[in-house]
């Protein structure tokens, strides 16, 4: 049994996300695509009850960088136009190369449940990263560069656990609501770092920076997330008004303040929520725009992961306090 589905990215400052459903004789399952200027992340899952064929073609005649991983069973996937094949076993992580125009995906499904997903960068996108973050991806230029031909970077390998961490993060895209696409990104650049052993920039020797005044631009920057902690902040945006660059901002802010930028908000974002709850009658709604999440659902599933219970729970707890 067959399936296919269409991705391309969007126009830039957009965020598409989409579910499919999808019940055969054979299998039944789902496909979740969020769609980012830059990258597209899915995740599916399949119950197959019998042994079975699921077909995919990404829209997209760019190279692309295909990051694959298994949350549950193992996954059998191919990109098979070029025969490029992977078995990837629960919580394993595989890189892909794919620089033909034809872009078919194939998973071969047993009878089992499983659960998987993919990010698909172009390697246009990647290389201007590697411009903006050169010690952290430096190794994958390298990898680039040695051949023009589709191949497989890295074998399907057990995570370190930093790498499992980013990943179970690109799972929820919605997770820091208008400023999602750059939290995204900063996980994308994290796992490709860790998974191609590349120079990470915490590595960087502080004693040659952490002067008094690099002290206080990262108290500039804290200063300025909990000013507009409402607003989407661009890493870039922000190292410049604080007179540094990008890589430096990210690593002495976690330096100075032992979590990164985008955690900091997050748990910034969430202690106003709860303040919200505790001291106004506002909806939910009003909340959620309030501490920067469009709709109230990613705010109630961003609220949830972090407190273990939803919004209208948590104020309900609190008055019969």
């Known amino acids: 049994m067959d399936g296919k589905t269409g991705i391309r990215p969007t126009p830039k400052g957009e965020v598409m996300q989409h579910t499919i459903t999808l019940q055969t004789d054979s299998f039944k399952g789902q496909l ?16 197959a009850y019998e042994e079975c064929i699921f077909e995919g073609e990404i829209n997209n005649p760019e190279p692309m ?3 694959s991983f298994a949350l549950k069973g193992d996954v059998d996937n191919s990109f098979h136009s070029e025969d490029l094949h992977s078995v990837l076993r629960a919580d394993e992580t595989a890189l892909t190369l794919v620089m033909s125009d034809s872009k078919n995906s194939r998973k071969h499904l047993m009878p089992q449940k499983t659960e998987s997903g993919h990010v698909f960068t172009t390697l246009k996108y990647i290389k201007q990263l590697a411009e903006r973050f050169p010690d952290e991806l430096s190794n994958i230029s390298s990898l680039f560069d040695k051949t023009g031909q589709n191949h497989i970077l890295q074998e399907s390998r057990k ?3 930093l790498i499992a961490n980013n990943i179970q993060n690109l799972m929820f895209p919605t997770y820091l609501g208008n400023n999602s696409e750059s939290f995204m990104e900063e996980q994308l650049l994290n796992s490709l770092s860790l998974m191609t052993a590349s120079k ?3 590595d960087v020797k502080w004693n040659k920076v952490l002067t008094n005044e690099f002290r206080s631009k990262m108290y500039d920057a804290l200063y300025l997330l909990q000013r507009d902690f409402r607003k989407p902040v661009s890493l870039r945006q922000l190292a410049i008004a604080v007179g540094t660059n990008e890589c430096y901002l990210k690593a002495g802010f976690r330096h100075e303040f ?14 106003m929520a709860i303040r919200y709850l505790r001291e106004t009658q506002k909806s ?7 501490v920067g999440y469009e709709y109230a ?18 104020r309900i707890r609190e008055k019969k306090r």
């Open 32 to 47: 979740a695509v969020a769609r980012y200027p830059n990258f597209i992340i899915d995740r599916t899952y399949f119950d």
């Open 65 to 67: 960088l295909v990051l």
């Open 159 to 161: 995570p370190t656990p």
């Open 200 to 202: 990470n920039i915490n």
């Open 258 to 271: 032992h979590q990164s930028i985008f955690a900091y908000l997050f748990e910034y974002r969430m202690q």
């Open 284 to 290: 939910i709604e009003q909340i959620s725009m309030l």
């Open 297 to 314: 659902a990613h705010f109630i599933t961003a609220f949830k992961r972090r407190f273990r219970i939803t919004p209208l729970e948590f």
